[in-house]
């Protein structure tokens, strides 16, 4: 069955560094999303996109975050000046469709970015 | 997004069915009932949706009331790699909002 791939697993970066998270969608989905959870804490909603734009954001989607497609396979995340308070698992969703009303999102298994 | 109401934890014994409920009283009529579930370090799964008349998978079975206010997923066999935290999701745009789900325990 063909899943959403994130690399690295984990990533370490020291406070005020720029990371980029690496996710590779399911091959014919056209809607992207990431999502992070702090630990102990809700998965929250970061930011939808399609067709090379921004669809949605969230409030903690600020001026430090920015998401890509640069090619045709892959969708990043960048951080620009990491905080302490960005430690936190990173997922990567796909779905084929736009709105979520009859169609699944589909989540890697993310990204454990710990900030020093 | 419609709020759901779910217990927060829930055990059930390995081989029986797990039955996890979930209100959602103030769902309107183009809100479908998502379940996901997320295994410890892994990400949200996907398990099963439906609008209005019960639906069956290879995982789960959903069954959602006549007026819609709730509903039940049920995993016919459980087994300890059912153990994780299911969220019951009223969605009606392209966004998922997470709440705390209930955390099933399977017990041996």
């Known amino acids: 069955e063909p899943e959403v791939t994130q690399t690295p697993s984990h990533q370490v970066t020291q406070m005020g560094q720029e990371v980029i998270l690496r996710c590779v969608p399911i091959s014919n989905h056209l809607y992207f999303y990431w999502y992070r959870q702090i630990l102990g804490q809700k998965v929250e909603f970061l930011v939808s996109f399609y067709n090379n734009e921004i669809s949605e954001k969230s409030e903690i989607f600020d001026d430090q975050f920015s998401v890509e497609r640069p090619d045709g396979s892959n969708f990043t995340l960048k951080i620009r000046s990491t905080k302490l308070e960005d430690s936190a698992m990173y997922f990567c969703?796909?779905?084929?469709?736009?709105?979520?009303?009859?169609?699944?999102?589909?989540f890697g298994d993310g990204t454990r970015l710990s900030i020093l | 997004d419609a709020k759901t109401t779910q217990p927060t934890s829930m055990d059930c014994a390995e081989g029986r069915a797990a039955n996890l409920p979930c209100n959602h009283s103030?769902?309107?009529?183009?809100?479908?009932v998502y379940w996901y579930r997320q295994i410890h370090s892994q990400g949200p799964q996907y398990i099963i949706h439906g609008l209005k008349n019960n639906e069956t998978n290879e995982m789960a079975s959903l069954i959602i009331t006549e007026d819609r206010k709730s509903s039940t997923l049920i995993l016919p066999h459980a087994t300890l790699r059912d153990t994780a935290v299911y969220y019951c999701?009223?969605?009606?745009?392209?966004?998922?909002?997470f709440g705390k789900g209930t955390r099933l325990h399977i017990l041996p």
């Open positions: 103030t769902i309107s009529g183009n809100e479908y």
């Open positions: 969703a796909s779905s084929e469709y736009r709105y979520l009303v009859d169609q699944p999102q589909h």
């Open positions: 999701i009223v969605v009606r745009d392209d966004k998922i909002i």
